[in-house]
């Protein structure tokens, strides 16, 4: 008896999600077929020049933006930006500081310092 290995298989939205790209900006074959996790890990070893590009210059999905401005997506819920923005639209964002986004990075700066006080004080308890 032989054991026969399937090959593990996910929607493009899934490695689009994992390769961190947004989906309706790759190829269209990549968008139109299943991608396997041998595939999957060639794109992320050995990026092909499309994905290089994306990763650059965008546009990118909401948690590479939320992770480049500094905010939670919920963040960029609240200010309003619900499309995927280029480099370029995220450095111009940067350099004119609105102050919601001062606001929200605040708020995420007090949301981490909540987050490791609550991390040092349950490994002291079980300490």
Known sequence: MTS???TQTMKPATAAKKLGVYLEATPADFREGVVSRAEL?????N???WLQELRRNGPHPRPVVAAKLGVSIAGL???????PLTTEQIEALKQEGPEWLERERTTQAEVRKEAERIK???????A
């Open 47 to 49: 990026p092909p020049q």
């Open 77 to 83: 819920a609240r200010a309003g930006v619900t499309e």
């Open 4 to 6: 026969h290995q399937n």
């Open 120 to 126: 040092k004080k349950n490994a002291e308890r079980q």
């Open 41 to 45: 890990n060639e794109l992320q070893a």
